[in-house]
């Protein structure tokens, strides 16, 4: 039997770097998704290994079971219903596990996703020999929450495996898990993201799990608030391709706050005010066409709002500002999303605009070298399909 | 005899949108100056106009000088010592004179500017023939406060010429009115403003006259002395702008966002008085310096930054700071935003060659560069026998 899931990537609508400081935020789920899909080995074939397939990268990690269960038996597995840390002592054996395999030096990044593939299975599934296959539309480490999707895809997948979901396998399609399923599996997500991320906020995971009953959340001072999207909204997302130091951006903020210290809380209080007001547009129902419009001027209008505040805290770049020109040429609003230095910029695509203009904009911006994705956002968190075995 | 007067621009180092919503701001005169010369001719001669050479556009405005007494002597001047606004009747005779030349359409602007001069020089002077001429190294209507400058020389060569002030026209060089001659001054050249501006602030009047630096929040001034030497890359896009549009927009968005924008000018107001903090903080030794020039560099970014959050930015201004940030270098716009110029920081240990680059790339983009020292000397005369 194949389980497959299927999980959402993110992006900040308003409130990077300013949120560390108290300020409200606002995240959405994208419609790009991370897949993975599990066929555990039934008894009776001879297939006794555990198998991670990255396909996008073509790599393959294989382990054979009786080597994992072997490793990590003291661990105590499974517990699923239990979302347990990864304790320094566990991470140091399933770190010797993934060394075993060889991860060339350039994906070496990978590492850490592997682990907590490997914390996430055996703690929800135990020692079952299974081929485990992951696909993506989300660039890696781009700022768009792929690690994040990764771990809810896995554990959305490994939950439905262990029966420790109540859904109908029967049923067709993609189906939602129920709402205190979603919170078990949003814990285990957070588990995998401790693996791959450190000291992570816990809204990546949140905002990928949970589907239309709060596909946005509003989050201050570690409270997250989910909100209902009453507007379809469609942005371009440009990946500049320019890799940054998340940490490096968020400690120079820090610093030019220790060295502004009021002029810096002003710029966090504006973002606060962006923040809260961006959710209550999103929230608000807009009727027609004519407040639709209102909206999404509105919109625009807080986006750009908060880009200059970014610049204020120095975490633009000169490829955000290419694309910021490029796109205000054609009279769009956007806006970096994320720690910024490089990373991916949003732009808000109006409902009325001509698909003739989206795609000018689109070939300028890939004659720069940057990629383009279009997504809807606020759709869908978490969701798992069932298949008979291929 | 004559007479020369040079009085200097103006640059906002700080706080330009948000001062009209009571953020402090800080400006500072530049080393770029107008200058008048004031020529009386002897009185053996025979010549009895009054004639405005305005030597940068070779146009030239001239009256006999009994046309000019016909048509304004009910004003009752001269009354140098007492500075006194153009009244809406006056203005129109004064008009009248003008519109006798043939201003070109293109140089219509001018008008307000050769009405200034007629106002203050019968106000000042009286009916007496003369030959003005006019000069400058700064650029028309790009918020570099050449309409300011212009007032003020015009208006201190013209205290000069008259008994009202006290120097010694026996000494050389470059002469500073004293104290409250300056004040005399400023109150003449903000009259001056008010016929081209309608309603100036008197900020731009007020450094021109005064030179160094200005502090200013809520119609109050502050003189500050900086006590660090600042030069300045000056980027005139040549991109016009609609300040009054501008000014608008900012209130629009204000009015949408009273929340946000508040704490904006908040930050800009923290910005400014940190602003004037550094630059009047005495700097002992080049460390110091460069200490300082580095605030100065991220106070001016986030200063744009908040501009930018304003929405008065421009495709132009991205491109000099952008072409600027290659290189390191810290830049933002100054005044009305929209176009207009920008200001870039050249620390003092920054080499020649960098400053030759930055300069080609910036001409290569269609715009004008022109390097200043900040916060110099205000107006000045100068006495001179006739050629």
Known sequence: ?????????????????????????VAASIDLYT?????VHPSTENDDRLTLQLKDMALAFSWPIGRIKESL??????????????????????????????IPEAKISLAS???????????????????VVVTSELPLGSGLGSSAAL????????????????????QQGWLIVGESELELLNKWAFEGEKLIHGKPSGIDNTVSTYGRGGNMIKFRSGNLTRIKSSMPLKMLITNTKV???????????????????????????????????????????????????????KLEELMEMNQGLLQCMGVSHASIETVLRT???????????????????????????????????????????????????GGNGAEICFGASS
């Open 243 to 297: 890799g940054r130091n998340t940490k490096a951006l968020v400690a120079g903020v820090s610093e030019r706050t220790l060295r502004h210290p009021d002029a810096m809380n002003s710029v966090f209080n504006a973002v606060d005010s962006i923040g809260k007001e961006l959710a209550n547009v999103i929230q608000t129902p807009a009727p027609d066409d004519l407040s639709l419009n209102a909206k999404e001027e």
């Open 73 to 102: 038996s003291s661990l105590g597995g499974p517990f699923p219903s239990t979302p347990t840390s990864c304790s320094t002592a566990s991470m140091k054996l399933i770190l010797a596990l993934v060394e075993e395999q060889n």
């Open 327 to 377: 796109t205000l040429k054609y009279k769009l609003a956007s806006k970096l999303t994320g720690a910024g230095g490089g990373g991916c910029v949003l732009t808000l695509l109006p409902t009325l605009l001509s698909g003739t203009i989206v795609d000018k904009v689109i070939s300028e911006l890939e004659s720069c070298g940057f990629q383009c994705l279009i997504a809807g956002i």
């Open 151 to 170: 771990c809810v895809a896995f554990s959305a997948a490994l939950l439905a495996c262990s029966d420790s979901v109540n859904v109908d396998m029967k």
């Open 113 to 131: 996703g592997v682990t907590a593939f490997l914390w996430l299975y055996t703690s929800i599934l135990g020692f079952k020999p299974a081929t």
């Open 1 to 25: 039997m194949e389980v497959k899931a299927r999980a959402p990537g993110k992006i900040i609508l308003s409130g990077e770097h300013a949120v560390v400081h108290g300020s409200t935020a």
């Open 35 to 39: 897949y993975v899909s599990i066929q």
